[in-house]
């Protein structure tokens, strides 16, 4: 049998990120996933090839904007483009076509370009939008380490309270107050007073509803205000496909001795005296190692993995009473004839560069919610749209198109004996009707669509009930407490188990903070054990 020094169950990103720095500090590392592919929610997968269309289109099956990632220097410390990652930038990062009428606000990388755009459309929120993104930025610089480190207690409130002390002025006196307010508020009613413009208030706030919880939910004032961090990171798409990140990250592995394995479904992890030895897969082929790492969701790996026997019925509920919330969005990956012309920006070159945010007002986005909270799917959902193939020909060579549409709010759980399997093409094809409405050469212009209801997210992906960032980002499951306080530092009872993803603090998206996280906790640890033995 080999011998390992860590195996690490899952292979998205995060987990990838902790094989990566293990195997670059020395570790032999083995990766074993689920799937038939690795990369978890960062992966792409070719689909619709035809005689028309001979090399198909490489289509993202999770993730598609890398944005929080670009924050974490993670790619530049483990040199990912010397394993095959190229990144092409998405700017305007992201870009509100005006319903109604002409015009759209372009939000790009450069924040002077941004304001110029907004003069056009909001004239009203110029010095809003200039004062927002200074304000929040400063706070954010504190934010961003308490993220990159495991989490402490009130440690939020000491990186602020540090960026404070380094930066001198950086806060004008009552400010660093006022910031803390505004965190504890909801990104709603921070949006709302920030903004003038309807058009501004309803594109911040779908952006900002990325994240998961509701407008209204207390403490999530910085969904909002992390905009401001946009503008120092941008936004990036791999060239290829969002899942060349994890492969290149398969690459590095690969070439420090590492193994990464699909096809390998975990079912049980050994324990012995309360210690964790091994995994055995589905078929019952066993791999040890003194390490065991699990990047598959938290109550994935506690409750079914794990077991009852060795949490002890407390320790069993407290992971089953996680809060995964019931579902989140659905997204169509369509490929198409040709790339969507704004009726509010008609041949506007760079509307297909970014993100194509479709919300016509805060009401419309109200609308959604209140079908949401009555578990109906969306009478009219908003969506988001993204168009690789304008900015990488590699995903669509036969010179068609990519467009991958988001949208929310769709409950998991439906009310009315309503099934996810009998209404998926129907609600999928109210989402692409947005797309019409907005631009409406898109009718008929559908070459083929793979369809990701919140249900197929759950059976494609192991994400629980749909919810991309794993369990619920609100703030009582955030940082210390996030999966549960006893086992939010990547460790667990289980003595040699750590957890390494999105259901660990910082949370989800395309992060590796978690990964990030957890390596620095077992890199720490070994070093100690090794200076003892
Ligand atoms: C449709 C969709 C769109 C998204 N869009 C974006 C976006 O544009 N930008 C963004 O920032 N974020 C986006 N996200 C969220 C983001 O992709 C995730 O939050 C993040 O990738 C989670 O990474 P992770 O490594 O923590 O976990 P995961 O990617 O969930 O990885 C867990 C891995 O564990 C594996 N696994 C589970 N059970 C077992 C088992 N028994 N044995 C072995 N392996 C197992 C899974 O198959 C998976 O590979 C999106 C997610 C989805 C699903």
Not at 6 to 11: E, L, R, V
Not at 107 to 118: A, C, N, P, Q, Y
């Amino acid at each position: 049998m080999n011998s390992y020094d860590a195996i690490i169950i899952g292979s998205g990103h995060n987990g990838l990120t902790t094989g990566c720095y293990l195997a670059k500090n020395g570790f032999k590392v083995l990766v074993l996933e689920r799937r038939d592919t690795i990369g978890g929610a960062v992966c792409t997968e070719r689909m619709f090839e035809s005689p028309e269309n001979p090399n198909g289109f490489l289509m993202d099956v999770g993730s598609s904007v890398h944005i929080m990632i670009h924050q974490t220097g993670i790619i530049e410390e483990l040199e990912l483009t010397k394993y095959g990652l190229e990144y092409i930038d998405m700017d305007p990062i992201m870009s509100y076509p005006v319903s109604t009428g002409k015009g759209v606000i372009h939000f790009w990388k450069d924040v002077d370009r941004t304001l110029e755009s907004i003069s056009k459309v909001a004239p009203e929120d110029v010095k809003n939008y200039k004062e927002f993104i200074d304000f929040w930025g400063k706070i954010n610089k504190g934010v961003l380490k308490a993220f990159m480190t495991k989490p402490t207690t009130g440690g939020i409130i000491a990186e602020l309270a540090k960026a404070q002390i380094k930066d001198g002025a950086m806060f004008k006196k009552g400010e660093s107050t006022s910031g803390l307010q505004k965190i504890l508020s909801s990104y709603g009613k921070v949006v709302d007073d920030a903004f003038d413009s309807p058009h501004m208030k309803a594109a911040l706030l779908w952006f900002a509803a990325q994240s998961g919880p509701l407008p209204d939910h207390s403490a999530t004032g910085d969904f909002a205000g992390w905009q401001s961090m946009l503008h120092q990171s941008g936004a990036k798409h791999p060239k290829g496909g969002s899942g060349m990140l994890t492969q290149a990250m398969k690459n590095l592995i690969e070439a420090h001795g590492g193994e990464v394995k699909a096809n390998h479904p975990i079912m049980k992890i050994l324990i012995e005296n309360g210690e964790a030895i091994g995994v055995q897969t589905e078929e019952g082929e066993e791999f040890r190692a003194p390490i065991i790492v699990s990047n598959a969701h938290v109550q994935t790996t506690m409750m079914k993995m794990v077991g009852r026997e060795h949490l002890g019925d407390s320790m069993f509920k407290k992971v089953e009473d996680i809060n995964v919330g019931n579902g989140f969005g659905m997204v169509i990956r369509c490929a198409v004839e040709e790339l969507p012309q704004y009726t509010a920006a008609p041949d506007d070159p760079y509307i297909h560069n970014g993100i194509q945010l479709m919300a016509p007002s805060v009401q419309y986005m109200k609308n959604a919610i209140g079908d949401y909270t009555k578990k109906l799917p969306p009478e009219k959902p908003a969506v988001l749209a993204m168009t690789f193939s304008k900015i990488d020909p590699e995903v669509a060579k036969d010179g068609k198109h990519t467009m991958f549409v988001w949208a929310q709010w769709h409950p998991y759980e439906l009310a009315n004996g309503l099934k996810w399997d009998d209404i998926r093409e129907q609600e999928a094809q109210k989402i692409y009707d947005v797309v019409v409405d907005y631009a409406p050469n898109m009718k008929g212009k559908l070459i083929d669509w793979y369809i990701q209801s919140p249900l197929d997210i759950e059976r494609k992906h192991g994400l629980l009930k749909g919810n991309v960032m794993h369990v619920e980002m609100s703030f009582d499951q955030m940082f210390m407490f996030r999966p549960i306080p006893e086992m939010s530092r990547y460790e667990t009872p289980i003595k040699n188990l750590y957890l390494s993803s999105a259901s660990c603090h910082p949370g989800g998206g395309v992060f590796g903070a978690a990964g990030h996280n957890a390596a620095q906790v077992i890199l720490k640890k070994s070093k100690k054990k090794k200076w003892f033995s």
